[in-house]
């Protein structure tokens, strides 16, 4: 459990704080890598490449954003998030109304996924409605047509090589 602390920060579970630090580097591996990219394309003056370049900005500035709401939920100035309930790799299978399911794995940016279309991002609609949730509870988000309600199957955490995680399943 998080215990507060005074000034509104809390002590983080050590396995929540490995977590945290393990997403950090990779965050900033990341905003390294595609800073690089952005060096490597300036200059370029075509309308494509300066529309490329816009799209990384926008990426650089999402991962320094999370770079810097980590950093300060590990300094304990902030108390962390729901969206930190659902760290990036985490794989949620729901099933919906119809009956059909769909199992998606969180992503911070949906482009760097090497199937886009199995993806979700916590702060998306369906993101959002499964912080907090178990397996075996109803949600319901905003979709395009209307509420959406689906079960959540499954919940299983992201997991490093050789470490043991375990799925929440239903």
């Not at 490329?52 to 320094?64: F, G, I, K, S, V």
């Not at 916590?122 to 178990?134: E, M």
Request: glycine share 8%.
């Amino acid at each position: 459990m998080n215990e507060q602390r005074p000034g509104g920060g809390s002590r983080l579970s050590g396995q929540t704080r490995e977590r945290l630090e393990r997403e950090l580097a990779e965050l900033r591996a990341r905003h390294r890598a595609l800073d690089e990219v952005v060096a490597s394309t300036d200059g370029v003056e075509d309308r494509a490449d300066q529309a490329q370049r816009l799209e990384l900005a926008d990426d650089l500035a999402r991962l320094a954003e999370r770079i810097r709401e980590i950093v300060d939920v590990l300094a304990g100035r902030i108390a962390p998030s729901p969206v930190d309930a659902l760290p990036e790799g985490t794989e949620v299978t729901v099933r919906f109304s119809d009956g059909t399911a769909a199992t998606m794995r969180v992503v911070a940016i949906p482009e760097e996924a090497s199937d886009a279309a199995d993806t979700l991002t916590r702060t998306s609609p369906l993101g959002r409605a499964l912080v907090g949730a178990r397996p075996g509870e109803r949600i319901a988000y905003p979709g395009p047509d209307g509420e959406i309600v689906a079960e959540v199957v499954a919940i299983r955490p992201p997991t490093d090589e050789g470490a043991d995680a375990t799925a929440l399943e239903r």
